[in-house]
Every structure is written in structure tokens, then in C-alpha cells.
């Protein structure tokens, strides 16, 4: 809303700051540095019991962890398990109520992140979910999409490999993306 020329004469610099999910080495000494401001705040020192610090890291630096609020979010969760830790030391069920929270609060996230609005976290378990590259991730939203457009598993089957089908002589399009959903613990039923 500058107008153009004024912006022209400050517009020396530009910076581009990549969010926090592309600066997954910036998590672990912030969670340090929020840890030890939390303590300054409320006068009591917390630290992470290790195997729960390690699970939390885990998680925070997988796919699975989107971090749309960038460093509020990190915060955010930092302070509530600092605020829940039972006698100055983050424990696992710290840590697991708080990933699982943070993953109810990225559902739309993800769904809206695979490209095709499909939540693979309703289909699919959290932590085989965390298994699967990005790529595939996508890849599997973008057949369950298609999936749930078709009135069967035959018409999806033929819109998905509507081209590959022409080499064979006998297409069995239906049987094909059945084994690809197997792949996945997925079936036509769960998905459609």
C-alpha cells in the first residue's frame, strides 16, 4: 500500500526467510533456547527426560510435522509441555500427547499440502504415515482423490491408468490399483 515511488527508495534490501519446516537444523537448539526462556519466565528450570526429547525431535523434523505457524508453533508447543511437566522434566507421555495434538491441529494442513485435499492421516496410521516420502504421500492423495470421484474401483482404475492400459493386451486396470492401495494397508472400501 506504499505508494510506488516512495517503496522504490526503501526497497533496498530483500530477504527470503525458508519457514521452519525447511529449517529442520534451527528445531533442536530452539528447543534449548525456549526451554531455558520458559525457565527465566516462570522461575523453574525444565529439561527433556532423553528418550522423550528424542521422540519430540523425531517427530518435529519428519514430514509429518508441517510447522504452519513457523517458530509460534514450536514455541507454543514448547511452552505447554514445559507447563505439563511433572517435576521439571518433559516425559513420552508428554511428548506423545503434545505430537498428537500438534498433529490434530495440522490435519487441514496436510490434507491441503498433498495438492489433492485428501487427509491421509484418517486413512492411514500416524506412525506408518511418517514411513512414506513426501512424494509418495502425494502420489497416494492424488489416486485416492480420483478414487473417490469414481463410482467404482473398475472407472478409477481406467481413469488413473487410462494411457498404460492401450500397451496391454489384457487390462486389468481394477486388479492394479487394488495391489497399489495394498501397498499402502489401504483397500477400495476405505478409501472410496
Given at each position: 500500500q506504499f505508494r510506488e515511488d516512495l517503496f522504490a527508495r526503501i526497497n533496498l534490501w530483500s530477504y527470503q526467510l525458508p519457514g521452519l519446516g525447511e529449517r529442520q537444523e534451527d528445531i533442536e537448539p530452539s528447543l534449548t533456547y525456549?526451554?531455558?526462556?520458559?525457565?527465566?519466565e516462570n522461575g523453574r528450570m525444565v529439561r527433556f527426560q532423553?528418550?522423550?526429547?528424542?521422540a519430540y525431535l523425531r517427530f518435529a523434523t519428519s514430514a509429518a510435522a508441517h510447522w504452519?505457524?513457523?517458530?509460534?508453533?514450536?514455541?507454543?508447543?514448547?511452552?505447554?509441555?514445559?507447563?505439563?511437566?511433572?517435576?521439571g522434566g518433559i516425559g513420552a507421555d508428554t511428548v506423545e500427547q503434545e505430537i498428537a495434538r500438534l498433529r490434530h491441529q495440522w490435519r487441514h494442513h496436510a490434507a491441503v499440502s498433498n495438492g489433492a485435499g485428501v487427509d491421509l492421516a484418517g486413512l492411514i496410521d500416524a506412525a506408518a504415515l511418517e514411513q512414506?516420502?513426501?512424494?509418495?504421500?502425494m502420489q497416494l492423495a492424488a489416486v485416492i482423490a480420483v478414487c473417490r470421484q469414481s463410482p467404482s474401483l473398475s472407472e478409477a482404475g481406467r481413469?488413473?491408468?487410462?494411457?498404460?492400459r492401450a500397451a496391454k493386451s489384457k487390462p486389468n486396470d481394477a486388479d492394479r490399483l487394488k495391489k497399489y492401495l495394498a501397498r499402502f494397508g489401504l483397500d477400495w472400501q476405505g478409501v472410496a
Open positions: 525456549l526451554l531455558d526462556q520458559f525457565g527465566r532423553q528418550e522423550a526429547r528424542g504452519s505457524g513457523n517458530f509460534r508453533d514450536l514455541s507454543a508447543s514448547v511452552t505447554r509441555m514445559a507447563t505439563l511437566a511433572d517435576a512414506i516420502d513426501r512424494f509418495d504421500q481413469t488413473l491408468y487410462n494411457v498404460s
